[in-house]
C-alpha cells in the first residue's frame, strides 16, 4: 500500500523565517507544486487507469524502476482535509482556490486570460500548515497526492536525484491533477548540526556532497511550477486564537476569552504546529492532578482544563522559531537564492 512520508518530520524546528521575504530571490524550503502542466493540456482526461497501464506513452523516457518506485513509494493517500481545519492564511487560501481549485474542476472556464498558472509553490516556517494546504488541495481537487522527502531523494537516489525528480514530473503528468509534496529541504542543507541523530547528519552529509545535483533538481523543480510563489507564514494573532479556540472546542475548560487572549499574546512567534503541541501539553494538566488515576472512571472525573495549564505548557512548549533558524534561513537563501 502506498505509504505518506509527508508527515514524518512532523514538528522538526528547521530553518525559520520571521519576515515575508523577498519574492523573486527566495528558495523555498518546502514546495507543494500543485496543478496542470500547461504543455500537456491533451491529457486533461487522462484518468487513474490510463496511467496504471504498463507502458503510458508519455513515460516511455522515464526509467520503469523510477516509475515503479513513484507509484508504491511516493504517491500517498490523503486523509480528507478541509479549508475550515486551516487557521488564517486567508491571502493564501483564496489565491490558491482561484488559480488551482476552481480551473482543476472547470477547466473549460479557465482559459485565455483565465489560464491558470502550470504550478503553485508554497514556502515558509515549517508547522505553518503548508502540508495542510496541500491535502487540502489534493482533497478538494481529487488530485493525486504525490510526498517525498529531501532526505530520501538524498539517501535513495544518490547522483540520481535529477532523474527521479524528473519522473516524478512525468508521472504527476499523467495521473494529473497531482500535488507533489516535498518535505525537508531546508532541514538538509540547514547547517546545524547540535542535538542532530547520527543518522540524520550522515544522510545531510551526503546530502550536501550532492550540492550540483540537487541544484539542478531544485532548478527542475521550480521550473516546473512556474513563477506562481505563495509564502506561508507563522501565524497571527488571530489564527494562533482561532487554532486555540478549534482544539478547546471538545474538552472541558473553564478559560474566559480574556485568558485565551492573553495565551494569544504569550504566543507570538509560535507556528501553527507549536500552538497545536502547546494545547497538546496544557490539556496533560488536569490528569496531571490526579492522584489516584485508578479512581477515575470517567472524563466528569477529571477537572477542566484553565489558564494555568496553559501558563506550565508554555514553560515546555516553546516556539520552534530561532535565532538559529533564522540564520540558517538566510545562509540558504545566500546559497540558493540565485536559482529563480
Ligand atoms: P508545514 O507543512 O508548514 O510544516 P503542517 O501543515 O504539517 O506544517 O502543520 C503541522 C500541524 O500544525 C498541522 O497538522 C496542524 O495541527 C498545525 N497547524 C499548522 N498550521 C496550521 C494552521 N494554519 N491552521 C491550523 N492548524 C495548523
Redesign the pocket.
Known amino acids: 500500500p502506498p505509504k505518506s512520508s509527508?508527515?514524518e518530520n512532523?514538528?522538526k524546528s528547521n530553518g525559520v523565517l520571521g519576515k515575508r521575504p523577498k519574492l523573486p530571490k527566495y528558495i523555498p524550503p518546502?514546495l507543494t507544486g500543485v496543478g496542470s502542466d500547461g504543455d500537456d493540456s491533451k491529457s486533461k482526461s487522462t484518468t487513474k487507469k490510463d496511467a496504471a497501464k504498463p507502458i503510458d506513452e508519455r513515460l516511455k523516457n522515464v526509467e520503469p524502476r523510477f516509475v515503479e518506485m513513484i507509484k508504491n513509494e511516493i504517491i500517498s493517500e490523503v486523509a480528507k482535509v478541509t479549508w475550515d481545519?486551516?487557521?488564517?492564511?486567508d491571502h493564501a487560501k483564496s489565491t490558491i482556490m482561484e488559480s488551482v481549485v476552481w480551473p482543476t474542476l472547470k477547466p473549460e472556464i479557465f482559459k485565455g486570460l483565465l489560464t491558470p498558472p502550470k504550478g503553485l509553490l508554497?514556502f515558509?516556517?515549517?508547522?505553518?500548515?503548508?502540508?495542510?494546504?496541500?491535502?487540502c488541495i489534493a482533497s478538494e481537487a481529487n488530485a493525486t497526492f504525490f510526498s517525498i522527502s529531501a532526505s530520501s531523494l538524498a539517501s535513495k537516489w544518490v547522483g540520481e536525484g535529477e532523474k527521479m525528480v524528473k519522473a516524478l514530473f512525468a508521472v504527476a503528468r499523467v495521473e494529473q491533477p497531482s500535488v507533489i509534496f516535498v518535505?525537508e529541504i531546508d532541514s538538509m542543507l540547514s547547517q546545524r548540526t547540535e542535538g542532530e541523530a547520527d543518522h540524520h547528519r550522515k544522510i545531510k552529509t551526503e546530502f550536501l556532497e550532492q550540492r550540483t545535483d540537487l541544484k539542478k533538481l531544485m532548478k527542475r523543480l521550480v521550473a516546473g511550477f512556474g513563477r506562481s510563489c505563495t509564502y506561508?507564514p507563522l501565524?497571527e494573532a488571530s489564527?494562533r486564537k482561532?487554532?486555540i479556540v478549534?482544539l478547546l472546542k471538545d474538552t472541558a475548560h473553564e478559560l474566559s476569552e480574556d485568558d485565551v487572549d492573553d495565551i494569544v499574546q504569550r504566543t507570538d512567534g509560535y507556528?501553527?504546529?507549536?500552538?497545536?503541541n502547546l494545547c497538546r501539553e496544557a490539556a496533560l494538566g488536569p490528569l496531571r492532578d490526579i492522584k489516584n488515576f485508578a479512581e477515575v472512571s470517567s472524563s466528569s472525573d477529571i477537572r477542566p482544563m484553565k489558564k494555568d495549564d496553559f501558563l506550565d505548557a508554555l514553560t515546555q512548549v516553546r516556539a520552534s522559531v530561532g535565532a538559529k533558524d533564522l540564520e540558517g534561513y538566510m545562509k540558504f537563501e545566500q546559497e540558493y537564492g540565485s536559482i529563480t
Open positions: 509527508a508527515s512532523k514538528g518546502l481545519q486551516i487557521a488564517g492564511l508554497l515558509g516556517p515549517p508547522g505553518t500548515g503548508k502540508t495542510l494546504i496541500g491535502k518535505d506561508i501565524p489564527a482561532a487554532i478549534h507556528s501553527g504546529s507549536d500552538v497545536d
